[in-house]
């Protein structure tokens, strides 16, 4: 809690229980992106600080004597459970940035797509990890009973334009490979029990290009997430929205199609889940792809027990600073 006096702002005043569990928190949080070797700022981590709700001013300080005691790397801005290699990280930037430029120049377009109400990046770039062969990767909210029809147009006008990813060209591609309808955004049944962080860091982490008020419906439908990071707040992705959409543009392309859509979306809807449960890895055992009316998600290889079982032995091999302290009382 910050205190003011005389009109001045005190550094937080915490208690030690509270301390440990700051703690505790941002070792989860930095535990997790240690998984894709990126540091962070100290903003990152306050908004997407594990289980735990605190004040900014707090995190930072807690911060800073974590690096002193050794608990976690400090360079410049940004912090890190390990030393990371800072080219390795530097190309990653550069990465990311091509695949920024790549979405930039179809941004109005994604925007313009008849029947969506919203498109966010997510997965890599989201998260802000990328290698040279990583694709990308868009969520696709779309208006009801029109799921399908809306992924028949991504798939005709992406695959003209060369973008689109197949089995053969991957990297810098599109993938379109999760929508839901406008009506189903309540995700919590796809959590793996009983915790599944890397589904927690996912939904926090992407990136609305258009439809911010579905975007924003979106995060209300799902408050499991704020028990996760109880300092998000969805606002603060609006820097990634594009300029003026034409959505006269838009309303005209849904008018012309209402009639052959509304035609149309059941025989799509058949033959886009008969052919994506006749694909043979969609009927693995690690698929968590699931294909109906309302939701699309192909996930033929689901990492996400993996990431979690990481992500808990990274944190139960990080010493806290007590143990540390302790070590050094014994030599």
Known sequence: MTMKMNGKKLMPQISVKARAGLTDAIIKTLAFFSLYGIPLTSRRIWELLYETKAEFAEVE????????????????????????????????????????????KYQRLLATLPFTQCVCVINSIAIGSVKAESDIDFFVITKADRLYIVRSIIILIFKLLGVYKNRTHIANR???????????????????????????????????????????????????????????DPIQRRAYLGGLVNSGLKKFLELLLAVPAFLIEPLARFVHIRHTFNLPENRWSTSSTVANKHMLKLHALDPRQKIRDDFFRVISQTPKPEKLESDKSIL
């Open 61 to 104: 300080q807690n911060l800073r004597r974590l690096s002193s005691a050794g608990t976690i790397e400090a360079i410049g801005a940004f912090y890190a459970l390990k030393p990371w290699d800072q080219r390795q990280y530097e190309q990653n930037n550069l990465d990311l940035l091509k695949r920024w430029k790549l979405v930039r």
């Open 174 to 232: 599109f993938c379109f490979g999760f929508y839901v309808s406008e009506y189903n955004l309540r995700l919590e049944h796809l959590l793996l029990k009983p915790d599944d962080p890397y589904f927690a860091f996912w939904l926090a982490t992407i990136l609305p290009l258009d439809g911010f008020d579905t975007y924003q419906n979106l995060i209300h439908a799902n408050p499991w997430l704020k028990s996760y990071f109880p300092n998000f």
